[in-house]
């Protein structure tokens, strides 16, 4: 899996918009962007993925970058309990190998 | 809304002993993973399983452990004989197909303590 960079952490205040960056300079044609967080104390959980086109679900928008070499996750009102590592991890959409690489993430503190 | 359960929660265990940890994977999924997390470290794939057989795992998944689908709801994590070094947070995950695009679903995890 191709290499992704995040800044280590990030702070934001509560009901503010926060946009998670994520580097992936080498990534392939065939890469999904994926991304994970894990609250704390808990498993990781699913926030949202995409190829090409911005993607938008409950949790998250997704923007990528045109040339795909960057993508930013964006948490339109943080809320407390968003406080989490923020994962973002590349997937071969044609290499169906099972597992998730996790990096080291971005640990995103939220204020009140 | 379906969910990943995990047993025990915590299990804290003798040097040298095996211990096995529980995953019950939601129903309907086919594809079922062990990732573990040492306590301030990355998460890290051990194992996955599929049709009964495993079909990826790491360096770190050594002769000490194993992995079975004993029914149709279990997946366990057996360590055969526990070092130090395995003490950490275990968490079982399933999907419904194992495409790369594919979401995984975690469980809460079992913490593992090795005395």
């Known amino acids: 899996d191709a290499k992704t960079t995040q800044p280590n952490s990030m702070e934001s205040n509560e009901e503010e918009p926060v946009h998670l960056p994520c580097n992936h300079s080498?990534?392939?044609?065939?890469?999904?962007i994926h991304w994970y967080r894990q609250l704390p104390s808990q498993g990781p959980e699913y926030v949202i993925h995409?190829?090409?086109s911005n993607v938008n679900n409950r949790m998250a928008s997704l923007a990528i970058a045109e040339d795909r070499k960057s993508s930013t996750l964006i948490l339109h009102r943080a809320t407390l309990r968003d406080a989490a590592v923020y994962y973002c991890?590349?997937?071969?959409?044609?290499?169906?190998?099972?597992?998730?690489?996790f990096g080291t993430g971005t640990r995103l503190q939220v204020f009140p | 809304e379906p969910e990943v359960t995990q047993t025990p929660s915590h299990q804290v265990t003798q040097m040298g002993q095996e211990v096995i940890l529980r995953c019950v994977p939601i129903?309907?999924?086919?594809?079922f993973y062990w990732y573990r997390q040492i306590l301030g470290q990355k998460v890290e794939f051990l194992v996955s399983?599929?049709?009964?057989?495993?079909?990826?795992k790491s360096e770190i998944f050594d002769d000490q452990f194993s992995v079975e689908r004993p029914d149709g709801s279990n997946f366990t994590l057996k360590i055969r004989s526990t070092k130090l070094e395995d003490s950490a947070m275990y968490f079982c995950?399933?999907?419904?197909?194992?495409?790369?695009?594919?979401?995984?679903?975690f469980g809460p995890g079992t913490r593992l303590t090795v005395l």
């Open positions: 995950a399933s999907s419904g197909s194992g495409l790369s695009t594919d979401t995984q679903y």
């Open positions: 080498t990534i392939s044609g065939t890469d999904y």
């Open positions: 995409g190829l090409t």
């Open positions: 991890i590349l997937r071969d959409r044609f290499y169906n190998t099972d597992k998730l690489i």
């Open positions: 129903s309907n999924h086919l594809y």
């Open positions: 399983f599929y049709n009964n057989e495993i079909s990826e």
